[in-house]
């Protein structure tokens, strides 16, 4: 069973960055694939970004395209977002998940296709 962490959040002026950290505990984290998720008060999660366990595959939504990117790297167990040109609308708790037995390219988006959660953490873009 894989255990998530979440860290990086915090408070940034609009147009800030931050980096958000995954890390992965348990076995095998090179063969899940991965994703980012957000929730903000009153909304339902929404997906941001994924990324297949090869590595090779990236998906992000219309929203943050061009804004955030995901990586990850297998040595150390984490994955990774980094956020760019921060709006408040990007204001949420981001959440990373992970998914086992896909095969290695294949980029999931819904909720319902990961197995496990981190537990999330608060960002906040306020002038």
């Known amino acids: 069973q894989v255990q998530l962490v979440e860290s990086g959040g915090g408070l940034v002026q609009p147009g800030g960055s931050l980096r958000l950290s995954c890390a992965a505990s348990?076995?095998?984290?090179?063969?899940?694939?991965m994703g980012w998720f957000r929730q903000a008060p009153g909304k339902v999660r929404e997906f941001v970004a994924a990324?297949?366990?090869?590595?090779?595959?990236?998906y992000y939504s219309d929203s943050v395209g061009g804004r955030f990117t995901i990586s990850r790297d297998n040595a150390k167990n984490t994955v990774y977002l980094q956020l760019i040109s921060l709006k408040p609308e990007d204001t949420a708790v981001y959440y990373c998940a992970a998914a086992s037995g896909q095969a290695r390219d294949v980029i999931l988006v819904e909720v319902y296709d990961y197995d496990y959660w981190g537990q999330g953490t608060q960002v906040t873009v306020s002038s």
């Open positions: 348990g076995p095998a984290f090179s063969n899940y694939a």
């Open positions: 990324m297949s366990w090869s590595g090779a595959n990236t």
